[in-house]
């Protein structure tokens, strides 16, 4: 059995998907706290994802490295577009302004803090553009309870 020496080129391909991946990712967190801050007021959908996008353009720029910036950007764009729908119904059903954005920021963290294992940013963005769609669908209003079972 022959061992090969990996070479730099390999490494540097390696680097370069890691490293899109953690800018892809952390751009989603960033969409995801920026939307659940921004989501309840009216044209929301649209200053969440311009300020998402340029806060993760941003942050990859400076702490990733310049060549993922652009991932940076359309991370927080997906994040910000899903997470804004998701506020704006949970606020229609009833749910508070308050306890929403403190759990969609504490969200934002989780999605960042796991942004950095390998790959996972990307399964990020890929499920919340599924979440988005799933949300495009619509769906009942208010949650009915057993109400519905009372009606004879």
């Not at 680097?15 to 929301?44: C, E, F, M, N, S």
């Not at 720029?61 to 359309?74: C, E, I, K, N, Q």
């Not at 969609?104 to 890929?126: Q, R």
């Amino acid at each position: 059995m022959e061992f090969r020496r990996i070479g730099p080129s390999t490494l540097l391909a390696v680097g370069l998907w890691y490293w899109l991946g953690v800018a892809l990712g952390l751009g989603v967190a960033l969409g995801t706290v920026v939307a659940g801050l921004i989501a309840p007021v009216r044209a929301g959908v649209f200053l969440a994802s311009t300020m998402a996008a340029a806060a993760g353009y941003g942050l990859a720029l400076v702490f990733v490295a310049p060549f993922a910036a652009l991932s940076g950007a359309a991370g927080g764009v997906a994040g910000a577009v899903a997470i804004a729908q998701l506020c704006r119904r949970t606020l229609a059903r009833g749910g508070t302004r308050g306890a929403t954005g403190a759990l969609i920021f504490f969200l934002g963290l989780v999605v960042g803090g796991l942004a950095f294992v390998p790959a996972l940013g990307y399964l990020e963005a890929g499920l919340v553009v599924l979440l988005t769609l799933r949300l495009r669908r619509g769906g009942a209003g208010r949650y009915a309870g057993l109400r519905t079972l009372a009606r004879d």
